[in-house]
């Protein structure tokens, strides 16, 4: 289990992707994939802030919320994505997402001690792709 722990949140947005290739492939409806996001999302906005806040002596908090903002913001805008692909603006908003991820995953990788915020932009990111080839 300790071999699991440190991996929880990568395996968290693989799950997420591979339920959306599944939607894409119509073996899965669109309201599993809500249903499913909704929980990754939720864990990373409230659940993982206020982690940080009752546990103070993790390093570089600011960098961590801002990290589930914008995984959350991502898989806000996949939910966006499968109920209306012709919403006017989705492709933009995603570019500008995958940019905000690769520049956070570059900033990650040079000051982050812990390299996980690298490693879930970068999983982050290939989501993305599989989001604009979907829209």
């Known amino acids: ?32 994939y809500v249903i499913l996001g909704s929980i990754v999302a939720f864990y990373f906005i409230p659940i993982k802030i206020i982690a940080l806040i009752i546990n103070p002596d993790r390093k570089q908090q ?13 898989i806000g805008a996949s939910f966006i994505a499968v109920n209306d692909k012709n919403f006017t603006g989705l492709q933009t908003v995603t570019y500008v997402l995958a940019v905000i ?29 599989v989001m604009l080839d979907f829209i």
């Not at 947005?13 to 939607?23: E, R, S, V």
């Open 62 to 74: 600011g960098l961590t919320v801002l990290s589930s903002l914008i995984i959350a913001i991502t």
């Open 1 to 32: 289990m300790k071999l699991l722990k440190p991996y929880y949140e990568p395996l968290l947005l693989i799950i997420i992707i591979i339920t959306f290739l599944l939607f894409r492939k119509e073996l899965l409806g669109a309201n599993i």
């Open 101 to 129: 991820n690769v520049i956070f995953m570059i900033y990650a990788f040079f000051k982050d001690l812990e390299r996980k915020a690298f490693l879930l932009h970068l999983i982050i990111v290939g989501f993305i792709s």
